[in-house]
Structure formats: structure tokens, C-alpha cells
């Protein structure tokens, strides 16, 4: 029987990315997209939830899905405030986690960063470890955190730190072998790929996948 497939944060990098595949896969018989902006997007497949992320409690019965791919995520730039980005990186990531997680979805797939750690001393990093602490204790089947490193793709609005990042990796790339291969950036498309392989193993447990590009 064909599944069905729920993606927060399709209008971002990676999220932009993973939603053709999903459309495209065989595995699924139905996309459900939930944000607070419509994706310019038509197929038989698709079914769109447009609502603030603080109200999906309220969509919860719009909300059941098989593998449920998350792949939401700002800046403190662009959030503005310590606030706003744990209010988005970590409230609406574990909210969405529990509410479906309670309807019963089987897998969670969802998209952390490189050096998460609830003891970071990196804010950032902080919270992104303090959100898999949480998403962990959720009773899915599986549990899929991937931690990339520096993401390559278009942005809607470029952030200046990631091109200056990726510029200096670029020169650093024929050094990053081997164990440090991890802190290569990557595409975005590959990070969306790796998600949907994940899920089709239809495994149990928790898996941490550090990606690196090639």
C-alpha cells in the first residue's frame, strides 16, 4: 500500500529540493505540505495545509501522514531574535514531532545541523541539539536527524555568511579527507536524497547521518 508523505519547510533550500522527489516517488500516494506560505506547485499528489506553525494543533487531523519530513529552519539574522529562532527551530520542530507522532506516523526524518549539541556553548548549535534531545523522546518506529554541513543551492534570499563559508571550504576541500570529509559543503538536493533513501529503508530506531559533500 502506497504511503503518505507530510514536508514542513517546503519552501526552503532543502525542503525546495526533497518536494519533486517525494512527488516523484512511487512510494507515495500523497504530499501533504504544511507552512505558512503556499508552494507554486500543482499535483495530483499535493494537498497543502497554509497555517502559522504556532497554530498546528490546530491542523491536526490535516496532519496524518506515514514518514513525515521536517525540514524547518531560520537564522538568528534572519529570526531577529534568540526568541524567534528557538520559537522556529525548536518549538515548531518538536511540536510538529509530537502531533504526529501521536497520529501515528512511523518515521520522522528531519533536518538538524553539524556540531548540534545541547551543551554547545554556540547557540545555535544549542538549540539544534536541544531539539533532537526532544524529537528523540517522540515514540516513532524510526528516527532519521540529519546534521549537514554548509548547504549549496539558490536561496530565495542569500545569507552572506554561507557564501563566504562555502568560499572558504572551496579552498579547503583537498584537506577535508577522510574523518573531516563530514565538514565538506553539500547540496542541498543531496541532503533531500539522502532523506527519501532513509525513509525507504523502512527501519527501526534512531540514526544520525552526518553528510559531507563528495
Not at 102 to 131: C, T
Request: glycine share 8%; net charge positive.
Amino acid at each position: 500500500m502506497k504511503k503518505t508523505a507530510l514536508l514542513a519547510g517546503a519552501t526552503g533550500l532543502v525542503g525546495s529540493a526533497l518536494l519533486p522527489l517525494l512527488l516523484a516517488s512511487e512510494r507515495y500516494a500523497k504530499v501533504i505540505v504544511v507552512g505558512r506560505r503556499a508552494v507554486a506547485v500543482q499535483h495530483p499528489k499535493l494537498t497543502q495545509v497554509v497555517t502559522e506553525l504556532s497554530q498546528l494543533e490546530a491542523e491536526r487531523l490535516r496532519l496524518i501522514a506515514d514518514d513525515v519530513y521536517c525540514c524547518l529552519g531560520t537564522t538568528m539574522r534572519q529570526a531577529g531574535s534568540k526568541e524567534a529562532f528557538f520559537e522556529v527551530d525548536f518549538l515548531h520542530v518538536v511540536k510538529l514531532a509530537a502531533i504526529t507522532a501521536a497520529n501515528f506516523a512511523a518515521q520522522f526524518l528531519v533536518v538538524s545541523a553539524l556540531g548540534a549539541d545541547a551543551e554547545s556553548r554556540f547557540y545555535y548549535n544549542q538549540v539544534k541539539g536541544e531539539m533532537e534531545t526532544s524529537v528523540r523522546q517522540t515514540p516513532f518506529r524510526a528516527i532519521h536527524i540529519f546534521r549537514p554541513s554548509l548547504l549549496l543551492g539558490e536561496r530565495a534570499a542569500p545569507r552572506l555568511g554561507e557564501r563566504v563559508g562555502g568560499w572558504l571550504l572551496a579552498l579547503a576541500r583537498p584537506l577535508l579527507r577522510g574523518r573531516w570529509q563530514k565538514y565538506r559543503p553539500i547540496k542541498a538536493k543531496a541532503v533531500a536524497q539522502a532523506m527519501l533513501r532513509a525513509a525507504e529503508e523502512d527501519g527501526g530506531g534512531t540514526r544520525v547521518h552526518e553528510l559531507g559533500g563528495d
